[in-house]
């Protein structure tokens, strides 16, 4: 009798022992088929492989983040709007809209529309080939180019689009409306209404293929005589 009562608490300890391992085992396997692995329960499919992937050019920046409400049947439902601007400094620019319910999924939005909907801006020495002014609902925006060293004299939302466009010398007014997002809006269509100028030998070329400029000196001569 003594020696089965000295058996009966080493049973009981190994049976313990074993029942730990059992649920130690089948928690890693758990684990694994859940995704997680040696680095922390990420997995293959974890934030490692994000590091190895190629990352965009372009730089965002936020313009407006604003909270807004929309009246439903069973009372407001409160979003978030935000704005953004992208752009790579070498003449490709892009603003975007989005809402969301929360900040985040708001912005996300607004770089993927902003992606889809980017435009080239010409350059000339570091500024705009010409002047331009442009309306576009109650906001207008006048450019004009600078000289080297100048700087972008500009201020909130245009500067931060000519900055992302690449421009680093131009000289701007915004007028009429102070809303951010029409402000945005007027300067990304004025830009995209920028045209390169002709080579200083290209319009004579043009013309004189055409005949023009052999009219016009028969005209001068004429009116010599």
């Given at each position: ?38 680095d922390?329960g ?13 990352k965009?050019d ?22 978030f ?124 070329e ?20």
């Open positions: 009798m003594p020696e089965e009562k000295k058996n009966q608490p080493t049973d009981a300890v190994d049976k313990g022992a074993a029942q730990t391992v059992a649920k130690d085992l089948y928690g890693a396997a758990k684990n694994r088929r859940q995704g997680g692995g040696r922390g990420r997995g293959q499919r974890g934030g490692s492989r994000r590091d190895d992937r190629p965009d372009l730089e965002q920046r936020i313009l407006e983040i604003a909270r807004v409400t929309r009246v439903m049947a069973g009372g407001k439902r409160m979003n709007r935000a704005c953004v601007a992208l752009g790579d400094k070498k003449g490709n620019v892009g603003i975007g809209l989005g809402k969301g319910a929360d900040v985040t999924m708001a912005v996300n939005k607004a770089v993927n529309h902003a992606k889809k909907k980017m435009i080239n801006v010409p350059t000339v020495k570091d500024t705009i080939p010409h002047a331009i002014f442009h309306k576009m609902g109650a906001a207008k925006i006048m450019l004009k180019p600078a000289k080297t060293g100048r700087g972008v004299i500009a201020g909130g939302v245009t500067r931060i689009i000519l900055e992302l466009a690449g421009v680093k010398n131009v000289t701007s007014k915004t007028l009429g409306s102070k809303s951010k997002i029409n402000n945005a809006r007027c300067t990304i269509d004025a830009l995209a209404q920028l045209r390169k100028k002709e080579p200083s030998g290209a319009g004579k043009a013309r004189r293929e055409s005949g023009q400029e052999v009219k016009e000196d028969k005209k001068e001569v004429a009116d010599k005589n």
